[in-house]
């Protein structure tokens, strides 16, 4: 088991930075996969960015690629998410993802608010 907390989320206007920071309960050293999700109301979860086990992989949504950047610090158990160059339309609840392993079982966090507003 494992529990995430989520912290840096906002209101920003367009254009602007924020990042995003995933706090474990344990050492994610050995978890299979981190990520980060968002959602709005009456719509699925969609993935925002994942990296594996030692970061040496990483996906992105086609829609943040060249502006977020995810990362991972063992020695910390954390997993950030670097949201550069934001629009409007990144607004969401973003949450962080925990796959112990490559088939689950997957634990979430509660979720931050993220608005990019003017």
């Known amino acids: 088991q494992v529990q995430l907390v989520e912290s840096g989320g906002g209101l920003v206007q367009p254009g602007e930075s924020l990042r995003l920071s995933c706090a474990a309960s344990?050492?994610?050293?050995?978890?299979?996969?981190m990520g980060w999700y968002r959602q709005n109301p009456g719509k699925q979860r969609e993935l925002v960015a994942a990296?594996?086990?030692?970061?040496?992989?990483?996906t992105y949504a086609e829609a943040v690629k060249g502006r977020f950047t995810i990362s991972r610090d063992s020695a910390k158990n954390t997993v950030d998410l670097q949201m550069n160059s934001l629009k409007p339309e990144d607004t969401a609840v973003y949450y962080c993802?925990?796959?112990?392993?490559?088939?689950?079982?997957?634990?979430w966090g509660q979720g931050t608010q993220v608005t990019v507003s003017s």
């Open positions: 990296i594996s086990s030692g970061g040496a992989s990483t």
């Open positions: 344990r050492s994610i050293f050995s978890i299979y996969a």
């Open positions: 993802s925990a796959d112990l392993r490559m088939f689950g079982p997957r634990y």
